[in-house]
């Protein structure tokens, strides 16, 4: 890694967003809602506590999701399934303050300190965690987490002890809190597992339990 990619990894790594995800332990992420739906449920994650959410690039209206909720500034605004250069350069334009991804590419994590702007990349392996955190990623996200478990985690984390991970895929409320006592600094939480599929009250509901769970 080139000196002024340390330096803008380091940067981003003591920035507010890290900050902010240090702080709270949780990310909300909507995948593949409709126009008529997103607004409804951005509402209900914040009235349900969550301040970071990640709008995922697998829905047509995730891009014009990402600007208005970043011109209206209620949450840290993300998007997700940032899988090539042009994915993480369309996201920024469009006011995404994060970028996640659910692998791992050296070019979007270059591009994305290049413009500094904090980077996840989605890493499974060792190797992989490794080589995305020595390359400059803000945090790395273990993904799919809900498949190998917490003890997967504590292990990685045993010769990886700086590396700060972020835990997603099949996290909920039975489950987040054993991820953070194995050493994530946070989880990222689907609106399935809020309750998506029961409307806006079921998911700010969940929301609660969810946070309320790893307070």
């Given amino acids: 890694m080139a000196v002024g990619q340390v330096s803008a990894a380091e940067r981003l790594r003591r920035g507010g967003l890290a900050e902010a995800i240090r702080r709270d332990r949780a990310v909300a992420i909507l995948r593949r809602l409709d126009a008529s739906t997103v607004d409804p449920t951005v509402e209900a994650l914040l009235s349900?506590?969550?301040t970071a959410i990640e709008f995922t690039l697998d829905s047509d209206e995730a891009l014009a999701a990402i600007s208005r909720w970043r011109e209206r500034g209620l949450a840290l605004v993300g998007a997700g399934t940032v899988r090539r250069l042009e994915h993480a350069e369309a996201a920024i334009e469009a006011g995404a303050q994060f970028l996640v991804s659910p692998s791992?590419?050296?070019e979007v994590v270059e591009r994305s300190l290049?413009?500094?702007?904090?980077?996840?990349?989605g890493c499974f392996s060792p190797t992989e965690i490794d080589a995305a955190?020595?390359?400059?990623?803000t945090f790395v996200k273990l993904f799919p987490g809900g498949v190998v478990g917490p003890a997967y985690l504590r292990a990685v984390l045993a010769?990886?002890?700086?590396v700060e991970i972020v835990v997603t895929g099949g996290v909920d409320e039975t489950t987040a809190r054993s991820f953070l006592e194995a050493g994530a600094v946070g989880v990222g939480?689907?609106?399935v597992q809020l309750g998506q599929a029961d409307g806006p009250d079921a998911i700010?509901?969940?929301s609660r339990r969810l946070l309320g769970a790893i307070a």
């Fill in 48 to 50: 349900g506590g969550f």
């Fill in 133 to 137: 955190w020595q390359q400059g990623a």
């Fill in 114 to 121: 290049e413009l500094g702007v904090p980077v996840v990349p």
């Fill in 159 to 162: 010769p990886l002890r700086d």
């Fill in 104 to 106: 791992y590419s050296e």
């Fill in 189 to 191: 939480v689907s609106t």
């Fill in 204 to 206: 700010e509901a969940g």
